[in-house]
Every structure is written in C-alpha cells, then in structure tokens.
C-alpha cells in the first residue's frame, strides 16, 4: 500500500486507478538508497528511468580537477534517467542521493508497455519535460544577465518552491532550503566562499537566516523584488 500511495503522488500517474497503480508497481522495483551514494554513473551503459519516491537526489557533472556542478536537485515524484525514447539523457552526468532516497526502476520495455501506451501519462511526461526545459532556460538567463547576488537569491526562490510542494512526509517547513553553502555553489556553478560572501550579504539585508544545512527565507516578496531589480 506505501509503494502504490507513493506513485499515486507522483504526478504523472495522478488520477490513475489502482488497478491501474498495481500493475505500474508490479514491474517498478523499488531501491533504496543512503545518503551521498552515487546510484548512477556515465558507466551505466542500460537505459533505466528513475522514478524519485523519498529523499531528494542531485544531478550533478564534474569539471576538472574532479570539482562538481549540479544540473539539477530533485524532489519526490521526479522522473529521470537514460531514456531516449523519452528525451531523458544523463550526458555524462551522476546521480547522487541527497538524503536517504527510495527509488524506482524501469526499463525500456516497461516504460512502452505501461507508461507511453496511456495518452494520459504521455502527454504528462511531455509536460514534464517542457517545464523542465523552461528552468533550464530561466537558470541560463539568470546565469548572463544578473549579478552573482541575485543568482543565488533567484536560486533560493526557486528552490524554495519546489520543496515546499514536495510530496508528503519530505515537505520541508515553508520558507526554507535545506542545502549547504557548498551544495548551493555547485548548483549555481560559482565557489562556495563566493556564494558565501553572497548569503552574508542577503543576510545583512535581513532577507535571510543562516543555519547549520539550511537557508531560511525571511521575506520572500523582498527576494523577488531584489532579482527584478
């Protein structure tokens, strides 16, 4: 019952039945993951689609001298993976898990089988797949037109949002962001003593709090106004 409650929040097979739901279940093994094991590698040479139930997971690339550059943090009800077919390709990417993450898996097979033969989850993903490319589009232009300082507070807000619609019981107190200075940078793509300096400043503005692994978001009209500014 916990692995088809858990499908049913994720938002491609919202509305299905539980027939429906069992039969996805059935051929989606779950895994479980600990926190900062990499579970995917450019090895992997299978094409699996991942579907994100607990914890939150980053994708991440590295630079030279091993540095690491976060493409995208995921939340509970995320799909992703190697699926051409779906137009989900890692490229040289990992996948690491954030917190303790339970994950599942399907193949090829599976995925033409039991989610692109309903038009309705079809055309789901391929929402999906536009909002993603949207952020990918919004995090580019944030990257050449704004200063590092509203970068990270564009990044805060966005953030923000999505973890306070994560999927019950992940959802995160409102106003707030559960990452380090570190894993901040690597998503911005800058160094941690420059976000640092960044947060110290929003901080001095009184539109932040720091604590230890957290962020939290103390006026988030005044953040806003910052990044349009």
């Known amino acids: 019952m916990d692995k088809l ?8 097979f919202q509305d299905l039945s539980p027939t429906d739901l069992e039969q996805i279940a059935a051929r989606a093994p779950m895994q479980t ?7 995917f590698s450019p090895e992997c040479a299978s ?21 690491a550059f976060t493409t995208a943090i ?10 051409v077919m779906l137009g989900q390709q890692m490229q040289d990417q990992y996948a690491e898990a954030l917190d303790a993450c339970v994950i599942c898996l399907m193949s090829k097979i599976d995925v033409q089988a039991l989610l692109l033969s309903d038009p309705r989850i079809a055309a789901r993903i391929a929402e999906t797949l536009g909002r993603r ?3 990918m589009e919004h995090r580019l232009s944030s990257t050449v037109f704004k200063s590092l300082t509203q970068r990270v507070a ?19 107190p409102h106003h707030e962001v559960c990452l380090t200075h570190e894993q ?3 998503f911005i793509g800058t160094y941690r003593e420059t976000v640092t300096k960044a947060l110290s400043e929003l901080h001095d503005l009184g539109l932040i709090e720091l604590r230890r692994g957290r962020i939290v978001l103390l006026d988030p009209e005044a953040l806003a106004a910052l990044v349009q500014a």
């Open 133 to 135: 490319l949207l952020e």
């Open 184 to 186: 901040l940078a690597e």
């Open 5 to 12: 409650w858990c499908l049913a929040e994720v938002d491609i």
């Open 154 to 172: 564009d990044t805060l807000l966005s953030l923000e949002h999505t973890e306070s619609h994560a999927v019950w019981p992940f959802r995160q």
């Open 33 to 39: 993951v600990g926190a900062g094991a990499v579970f």
């Open 74 to 83: 995921l939340r509970p009800g995320t799909i992703f993976g190697e699926m």
């Open 47 to 67: 094409e699996v689609l991942f579907i994100l139930k607990r914890g939150r997971a980053r994708l991440f690339r590295l630079w030279s001298a091993g540095k």
